[in-house]
């Protein structure tokens, strides 16, 4: 289900193109959450020049998914949600070890130890990749 907020435009994987791609575990109320592998809902973020140009809400349910299948398959669903989204960078409270490495062959950044307001922390992710300074 894809929730929009404020004025912001609303954009589907082929729409992506420019700015980066960010996806934020969220948590409780667009704060980043705690683990990726494990999130029940995640933000595509894309930033373009420093700016949040877009902010799309998933109910992925990789909470309840995690333990349907093995580990591989649960390891795959992510990264078709990845692809599928154009991500070049995640951000989450934690990550394991074994979807760090997939995240690293697939070319994706990942920011852990990430919390606070999920927007936030997305431009702040981004800013390097653009090239800009750290977000306030």
Known sequence: MVHPTGDEAVTGPDEVAAGVVVA????ASDQVGP??????????????DGTLASWVVEEVHWD???????????HA????????????????????????????????????????DA???ALAAAAPAQGTGVAS
């Open 64 to 74: 309840d998914l995690h333990e349907t299948g093995s580990e591989a398959a649960h």
């Open 119 to 121: 927007r936030q922390v």
């Open 35 to 48: 683990g990726w592998g494990r999130a029940p809902r995640v933000a595509l973020a894309r930033v373009q």
């Open 77 to 116: 669903r992510i990264a078709r949600f990845v692809k599928q989204n154009g991500v070049g960078i995640v951000v989450a409270g934690h990550m394991g070890p074994g979807m760090q490495a997939m995240m690293a062959r697939m070319g994706v950044q990942v920011h852990l130890g990430a919390e606070g």
């Open 24 to 27: 934020v575990a969220l948590g």
